[in-house]
């Protein structure tokens, strides 16, 4: 019985491995039609000898040239045969170069030999027909033996016919000098040093952005993190009323200062005072530590000190941003050679200025956030079940309808229905359906995974970028910003940021539990566990991860000037197109430099931080 089942079982492996064999056959069988294997063309002779003469252009780079000095040697020819008699060769001196050919006449399309002596040995160079009217027609190249001579077959061109004698010339190039380097050199080292400045910028601005949300892409970090329903609507609701009101503020602030924006010394001194307040107002509001309980005065003390801080930091952000602007705009004119560091700090202070509204809306929305979940703490805590179920639905209800409002109206700006009732009533009507239900089921008293539900959304977020391509991006940063370099760098920045983040989130993920439980049992909260847990362990890990992706971006700032990104790849796909392969192999050199260099010098630079 037992030898009977072994028997099934041995065929039932072998029928399983010869299906599996089957399968894989049809599969490599199928992959073949579909990618077109031809391998006859492989050994076509056009295709061969195109595929040398590339191969043999990219071998010779042109890294060098030398300064030339041409010399003609001509011989009279006769182009018919004259009607009158014998032609009069003319005796040339044979203790120079000279060339001769094998006929002094013949007729449009017929062959001769051209036979140069006493030449350089081992020179090139073009044998061409001059016309009497001057104009000159290449026949074919000739290249001297060691001896300085060389024999080579042309056809004559169809001429006018002259009577008086044309001539058949060759042209001998002889190199003086010292090599210096060519114009495609010059340009290639240009564009590599801008290849390499996209790929740090693109880091530097990626690497900034993808820090801060490595953390909430970190499941270990927020898979613990919970709110009840009532602080979870209260937050959707406060968060873009805060953020709105935070544009409005940075508006009004901006506006209000439109008087001294031209003005240096009085952006300085205003810079200068509002810096001072905003630094001794956080001390005054955020206290290192408290003897005793602080009472409702006090707190509220501390609140306004808070306030003060807060749009003193803004009006500081936007005095900087107009100081930084005005000094570098009067540098630029000044530096002369190094003015480009006055050009950075304009574009410093515009982009300040530029990321002002925004800056001031997230951390309005933020404080409102704050504020509201304290509220929702409080009414959880001194609320029955059945009221706080009340208060639940109702607020639920509104946070529904303003979070589906605000999801439709991004969709609209896409679609453009140009329809409310799509664009608002629906979503409205539909979101607070749907906060009425989950609040009427959900116990008003029980956590929400809101960490969780943040860290999947972040998660979905960085996948769905990183599923682009850069060359995508690429695209659509050069209609926005124009061709160039900084199109480049936009691109790579948001890539960097897609592909970092998870990187980086990986690695808290992997990072030892034994300091978060250290941390928490103290009572600290999400920020205090971050710095004083987290950090400590992923500093070397991030350190060796920003510069590889620097070396990534090296390599993928050649293909993103393929569309328009700046860098070396313009360069490469232009002389490519113009079939320039010696042109491009000086490019293709340069970027193969670039790349081991960068792979060895972030090796060695990972090797001494981790």
């Known amino acids: 019985m037992r030898c009977d ?64 000095t041409e010399e003609e040697i001509s011989t009279p020819f006769y182009l018919p045969c004259p009607d009158t008699g014998e032609i009069e060769e003319i005796e040339k001196n044979t203790d120079e170069a000279y060339i001769q050919t094998s006929v002094i006449c013949a007729s449009p399309k017929e062959s001769i030999t051209v036979e140069g002596f ?80 996209i790929a740090l910028l693109a880091t530097t601005i990626g690497t900034a952005a993808s820090i801060p949300i490595s953390f909430i892409a970190a499941r270990n970090l927020m898979k613990d993190s919970t709110s009840t329903p009532t602080s979870t609507a209260l937050n959707i609701i406060g968060f873009p009323i805060g953020a709105y009101l935070g544009y409005i503020f940075s508006k009004w602030i901006i506006d209000l200062l439109s008087p001294f924006e031209k003005n240096v010394f009085v952006t300085l001194i205003g810079l200068i005072i509002s810096g001072l307040i905003a630094y001794f107002s956080i001390r005054k509001g955020l206290p290192s530590e408290d003897i005793k309980k602080p009472t409702t005065s006090v707190k509220f003390q501390r609140f306004a000190f808070i306030f003060i801080a807060g749009v003193m930091t803004i009006l500081s952000i936007i005095l900087f941003g107009e100081f930084t602007k005005l000094t570098g705009k009067e540098l630029e004119n000044v530096l002369g050679p190094f003015s480009f560091l006055g050009y950075a700090l304009f574009q410093i202070g515009d982009i300040t200025l530029m990321l002002v509204p925004a800056i001031t809306a997230i951390a309005f929305g933020g404080v409102v956030v704050s504020l509201f979940n304290k509220v929702g703490l409080s009414l959880q805590d001194n609320l029955n079940t059945k009221i706080l179920k009340i208060i639940n639905v109702v607020i639920s209800t509104i946070a529904g309808a303003i979070l589906f409002a605000l999801v439709m109206a991004v969709i609209n700006w896409f679609y453009q229905f140009n ?29 929400l995974p809101t960490g969780f539900i943040i860290y999947t959304i972040t998660r979905t977020i960085l996948n769905a970028l990183r599923s682009i391509e850069p060359l995508v991006m690429a695209i659509i940063a050069v209609i926005w910003v124009g061709i160039g370099p900084f199109a480049g760098s936009l691109a790579l920045a948001l890539h960097t940021i897609a592909a970092l983040a998870k990187l980086y989130s990986e690695q808290v993920e992997s990072i030892d539990d034994g300091p978060l439980e250290a941390i928490h049992a103290t009572g600290a909260n999400k920020l205090q566990t971050i710095v004083y847990a987290v950090i400590p362990q992923i500093v070397p890990p991030y350190i060796s991860f920003t510069m590889y992706r620097w070396d990534i971006n090296v390599r993928m700032s050649t293909i993103i000037g393929f569309v328009g990104g700046g860098g070396i790849g313009f360069l490469l796909q232009q002389n490519i197109n113009l079939l320039s392969y010696r042109a491009a192999s000086v490019q293709m050199l340069a970027i193969a430099i670039v790349v081991a260099s960068m792979d060895y010098i972030s090796s060695k630079i990972r090797e001494r931080i981790v």
Do not use: C
């Open 118 to 197: 006493n030449m350089a040995a081992n020179i090139k160079g073009p044998i061409n027909f001059l016309a009497a009217s001057g104009v000159k027609r290449q026949l074919a190249n000739f290249e001297t033996n060691n001896e300085g001579y060389f024999s080579v077959d042309v056809v004559i061109p169809t001429r006018q016919p002259v009577a008086e004698a044309q001539y058949i010339t060759a042209t001998i190039r002889t190199t003086t000098g010292l090599p210096k380097w060519t114009d495609t050199a010059k340009a290639t080292w240009y564009k590599i040093i801008e290849t390499v400045f």
């Open 5 to 68: 089942l072994k028997k099934k079982s041995s065929i039932l492996k072998s029928l399983r491995t010869g299906l599996l064999i089957a399968i894989s056959i049809i599969v490599f069988a199928y992959a073949f039609q579909v990618t077109n294997v031809n391998f006859e063309t492989t050994r076509s002779e056009v295709r061969i000898t195109q595929l040398t003469r590339v191969l043999r252009a990219l071998a010779k780079p042109e890294l060098v040239q030398y300064d030339t």
């Open 419 to 447: 329809n409310q009732r799509i664009s608002l009533y629906y979503p409205v009507l539909i979101g607070g359906f749907a906060g009425f239900i989950l609040a009427a089921i959900a116990k008003p008293k029980h956590p």
